[in-house]
């Protein structure tokens, strides 16, 4: 259990969301858009040139444009429970695959995020559902650093530094994909990062893990 006191008083009110009144937001959304240029769809409508992929959690409190100050039309976003990149997974290969090599994005940024349920989850025995099976990945990753984890006493700093490692593990596995793999074999200008967002300040944090080449792949993962 987190040290602080959660109860309903201490969260985000969302008790004013409802579904009449998320329509009721697009009208306004519309107004103050249209209001600020009045080509604003219209140039929106006319295509998307995004230079960043973001691969994130499915959480509602790390919205990608939202904690980085952009607007439609300059992420393309991928998000799933605890920001994975499965290499089995075929959405996000596809987003990837479009992103790469459609889009031509110059930024993929794997970004988790501290508190993440999906990691605490994996950390635990308690069985969940169907879930237990994707957060089953990130299992893996604290068998590869279990001696590090292990010496870590404090159940949220543990945690937190699961987020982190999951980070890098994904951004690992993002480099694996033969989608960056033969990108930078082709020369293209691309570049992998790993970030974490802090919930508690809203700032993020880079794990300094990019990467712009094939010279970090271990040998068995490079293809020909
Ligand atoms: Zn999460």
Redesign the pocket.
Known sequence: MSSKNITDSTIHDTSHITYEGLLAGNQTFVDKMLAQDPEYFDKLANGQKPPVLWIG???SR?PANQITNTAPGEIFVHRN???MVVHTDMNMLSVLDYAVNVLKVKHVIVV??YG????LAAMGNKQVGIIDNWLRNIKDVYRLYAAELDAITDEKQRGDRLVELNVIENVSHLAQTSIVQNAWTNGQDLQVHGWVYALETGYIKDLKVSSSNNDGLKDVFKIA
């Open positions: 959690c499915a959480d790390v429970i605890a920001n988790g995020h993440c349920g999906g990691v």
